[in-house]
């Protein structure tokens, strides 16, 4: 499987844009980029999920870059209720999610 | 609520029991998975079933697990003769496309 870098951890303060990042250099042509999230003691969550082109939905946006080798996930306002860990992962259709240890978001109020 | 549901939420043995636990997916969904997550770390993959037919399992899942499908609908994971590294949170999901729906997990703790 392809691997995916992202920092531990991250801070934000409450209302602003956050923007985590997620490297993956050595993504096939046909690796979709996800994005899934985890609030304490959940399980994951679906946030969104491109292949070249920028993506939004009512959660957040994904933007790809053109080489696709990096893609960052944007929450445009911040709440303490995305407080969580977010996970950036490389995956064929309907195969399996390979998580890593993702990134650790915390809100500031 | 039609989501995932899992039973029970938690679950505590000894060593050398066997346990048993239970997903319900969403209706209709075909693909049912079993991930394991311990402390710190990010859900790791078990196994898969598309239908009743399970068509993945990683080499995690030793000959100490068992996973069945029987039609396709809910799945049951067990564990014989339990181990203390088997303490962790067992997590189900379904899908019909390309979104994976989680349940709120099993956590399983070993004495």
């Known amino acids: 499987d392809a691997k995916t870098t992202q920092p531990n951890s991250m801070e934000s303060n409450e209302e602003e844009p956050v923007h985590l990042p997620c490297n993956h250099s050595t993504i096939s042509g046909t690796d979709y980029i996800h994005w899934y999230r985890q609030l304490p003691s959940q399980g994951p969550e679906y946030v969104i999920h491109g292949l070249t082109s920028n993506v939004n939905n009512r959660m957040a946006s994904l933007a790809i870059a053109e080489d696709r080798k990096s893609s960052t996930l944007i929450l445009h306002r911040a709440t303490l209720r995305d407080a969580a860990v977010y996970y950036c992962?490389?995956?064929?259709?309907?195969?399996?999610?390979?998580f890593g240890t993702g990134t650790r978001l915390t809100i500031i109020p | 609520d039609t989501g995932v549901s899992q039973n029970p939420r938690h679950k505590i043995t000894k060593r050398g029991q066997n346990v048993t636990f239970r997903c319900d997916p969403i209706?209709?969904?075909?693909?049912l998975y079993w991930y394991r997550q311990t402390l710190g770390q990010g859900p790791e993959f078990l196994t898969y079933?598309?239908?009743?037919?399970?068509?993945?399992k990683s080499r995690l899942l030793s000959d100490r697990f068992s996973a069945e499908r029987p039609k396709g609908s809910f799945s049951t994971l067990e564990i014989q003769r339990t181990e203390q590294g088997d303490s962790a949170m067992y997590l189900c999901?379904?899908?019909?496309?390309?979104?994976?729906?989680f349940g709120p997990g099993t956590r399983l703790t070993v004495l």
């Open positions: 999901a379904s899908s019909l496309l390309e979104t994976q729906y």
């Open positions: 992962i490389l995956r064929l259709p309907n195969e399996k999610l390979t």
């Open positions: 209706s209709e969904h075909n693909r």
């Open positions: 079933f598309q239908n009743e037919a399970q068509l993945e």
